[in-house]
């Protein structure tokens, strides 16, 4: 088990209704640019400068493990990163076991990084991610030449055996993943030859756009990339906007409490990120778009959301890649709506952090939702929350989404098992409380 979570005391949520949320909130750095800023900038010939970087419990996973592989990273600032790359051959291999601690897409992005290594390595992480599926990078990586073990059942730990020789591959994807899509790119950047990676959906394309910001040659477009080997990472400056993923609770919160008017500041708006915020319009929400601009290369803008009453709807499975981890933000969305929600397309919610269609669904069924599991989504029924114990599984987006919850319940909600929340998003609690959500500070238990 990872060494972040061993022996970590347990804490413990307890919400309520607070009070209409009014005033402005700026979300922390994106989860996913962040991690893949260190990634290149550690790759990268030069200094690279990271501002917006998201302080939290996974991307300073990332952090640690290239400063364990001989990269010099500063923290002058909470979130700013100074990385001092050592180029694409210049990581040291180490001993010990490299911990990823909760997040996905350190262990899949790092296998493809690794697999291109002179030297042998051991990637682990906490009791969740010991039990999510690594073949679907393993098995396109084995095809370029990496040899890589995982546990038994396709899981970590990844024993990666370094010295191998890569060759680039023409990988069609079987799901949807800009994790293995990244990996097997990453992995192409110590290929010979070209690899070309296609989509079944169009999903974030961060480590395309990255590739190209730090001077790689790489062609890409919806649904598919396409680069060569042999080439190398030039340092440069990156910008990170705010999480879209961290401003769906907010989203979501304003939308449902009555009086509400907030608006979220300078928000990441890349379109294969912002599918709930179609969702929720469908919905009937009100959010409006002001101040757009571009944030080195990445689209942001301001979102003004205020109360509205939502309606359910059949939430079009085009929309699910660009919406993949909001989705127990729209149950909870669901949940306050009238009439019914319908989720299909989205068995990739069983393999995250936890069971996400699970977890919500013993979650709101607890709170007294009407809710129905099918194998890839479910069937939502608007109605009335009571109060309860919920089980997060660990698992921080299901954590905060019954907060949002607990804004209309009837009683006290308390959430078990809530420290995975620093994971994505240090700071939610007092960002929530000091706008008019109702979370009494984690206590230990
Ligand atoms: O590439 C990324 O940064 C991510 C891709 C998604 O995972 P999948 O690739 O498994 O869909 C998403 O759920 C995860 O939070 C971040
Ligand atoms: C699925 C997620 O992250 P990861 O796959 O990196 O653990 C998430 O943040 O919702």
């Excluded at 370029?144 to 069609?172: C, F, N, S």
């Amino acid at each position: 088990m990872s060494d972040a979570t061993r022996g970590r005391t347990r804490q413990d949520w307890i919400a309520a209704p607070g009070r209409s949320l009014r005033g402005e909130v700026r979300v922390p750095g994106d989860k996913s640019v962040s991690h893949r800023a260190v990634m290149l900038g550690a790759l990268a010939e030069g200094v690279t400068e990271i501002h917006g970087f998201l302080e939290g419990e996974d991307t300073r996973a990332t952090a640690r493990i290239f400063s364990q592989l001989g990269v010099r990273i500063e923290t002058p600032e909470a979130t700013r990163c100074t990385v001092h790359g050592v180029g694409l051959h210049g990581l040291q291999g180490t001993d010990a076991a490299l911990d990823c601690g909760n997040a996905g897409t350190g262990m899949r992005l790092l296998a493809g990084v690794l697999a291109g290594q002179a030297f042998d390595s051991v990637l682990v992480g906490d009791a969740s991610l010991s039990k999510r599926p690594m073949r679907r990078v393993t098995e396109p990586l084995a095809t370029m030449g990496a040899r890589i073990r995982t546990g038994t059942d396709g899981v970590p730990p990844l024993q990666i055996t370094g010295g191998q020789a890569l060759h680039g591959i023409d990988y069609a994807l079987p799901v949807a993943s800009a994790q293995v899509k990244s990996a097997v790119l990453l992995a192409g950047l110590y290929a010979d030859g070209e690899t070309i990676v296609r989509e079944p959906h169009p999903t974030r394309d961060y480590t395309e756009r990255m590739l190209a910001a730090f001077g790689w040659p790489i062609e890409f477009g919806p649904g598919i990339a396409r680069l060569g080997g042999g080439h190398r990472l030039r340092a440069t400056r990156v910008d990170v906007p705010a999480d879209f993923s961290s401003a769906a609770y907010f989203l979501v919160a304003a939308s449902v409490v009555p009086g509400s008017e907030l608006r979220l500041a300078a928000v990441g708006m890349n379109p294969r990120r912002t599918g709930l915020l179609q969702a929720l319009r469908l919905m009937g929400a009100d959010i409006r778009e002001e101040n757009p601009c571009d944030n080195g290369g990445e689209p942001v803008a301001d979102l003004v959301v205020r109360h509205a009453p939502l309606h359910g709807i059949e939430v079009p499975e085009a929309l699910v890649p660009d919406m993949i981890d909001e989705f127990p933000a729209l149950f909870v969305a669901a949940a306050c709506a009238s009439g019914t929600t319908v989720v299909r397309g989205a068995a990739e919610l069983r393999v995250k952090e936890s069971d996400r269609i699970a977890s919500m669904a013993a979650g709101l069924r607890t709170l007294g939702i009407a809710i129905r599991e099918t194998p890839d989504g479910a069937v939502i029924e608007g109605g009335r929350f009571g109060g309860g114990s919920i089980d997060s599984h660990g698992d921080h987006r299901i954590a905060m989404s019954f907060a949002v919850a607990a804004q209309l319940a009837g009683g006290e909600v308390r959430i078990n098992d809530i420290a995975n929340v620093a994971t994505s998003f240090p700071g939610f609690v007092e960002l929530a409380t000091g706008v008019g959500l109702g979370i009494a500070a984690p206590s230990a238990s």
